[in-house]
């Protein structure tokens, strides 16, 4: 909207404006000898200064959020079309739950390899539908994917697998599953502690 653009407008007519500034006094001064050059080059430190501190209050928070974006979010991954969690969980949650299964079904292929898809029919089996070892299935299904990329539903996945693993009398199958995760290069330093800790938890409960 150009309400929000003016603000930018205008404070970049003030960073040309100072820079203008400091060029011109420069130019200036140097005909007043090096005493009026000492003089000039202060006054056209201040007005880049300005400059400076303009560009930082209005410029460089978009261009930080943009280059963060840009590192979590390489363009690679940008070309996959994103999951629309929203429809999926507004129909799990509500009357008929079954309409988030057929959704979900419905799904191009690429988008059913999504963790984010994953995240939903566990959530949906396990919590809706009353059916564990098909939220169980999903959890698997995901992480035996070929080519799966760091993302921050993978714990979620991973920890979700132990949980229904276990509360089917499958315990093995869990510590299985998370020591073999501990060894892949998908998950942060902490999300490694945090399976770490279940996997040493559940070694002490099983005796294993």
């Known amino acids: 909207m150009l309400s929000e ?104 292929p690429e988008q059913k390899r999504r963790p984010e898809a994953a995240l939903a029919r ?8 009353g059916r564990p070892e098909a939220a169980l299935t999903a959890a698997e299904e995901y992480l035996t994917l070929s080519g799966r990329r760091k993302n921050p539903c993978g714990k979620a996945i991973l920890l979700a697998f132990a949980d229904l693993a276990s509360d089917l009398g499958e315990p093995g199958r869990a510590l299985d599953m998370l020591a073999r995760e501990l060894r892949r290069p998908l998950y942060t330093d902490t999300e490694k502690s945090e399976i770490r800790l279940r996997l040493d938890f559940m070694k002490e409960q099983t005796g294993s």
């Open 5 to 108: 653009k003016l603000p930018k407008i205008f404070g970049g007519l003030l960073i040309f404006a100072a820079l203008a500034a400091g060029a011109f006094v420069i130019f200036l001064c140097q005909a007043l000898g090096p005493a009026g050059a000492i003089i000039g080059a202060g006054m056209a430190a201040g007005c880049g200064s300005a400059a400076g501190i303009l560009f930082v209050k209005i410029f460089l928070p978009d261009m930080a959020e943009s280059f963060s974006g840009m590192l979590l979010f390489p363009k690679s991954f940008l070309k996959e079309p994103p999951f629309e969690t929203g429809a999926v969980y507004a129909l799990m949650r509500g009357p008929d739950p079954e309409k988030a299964e057929e959704f979900l079904e419905a799904l191009p």
């Open 122 to 129: 566990i959530e949906l089996y396990r919590d809706h539908l």
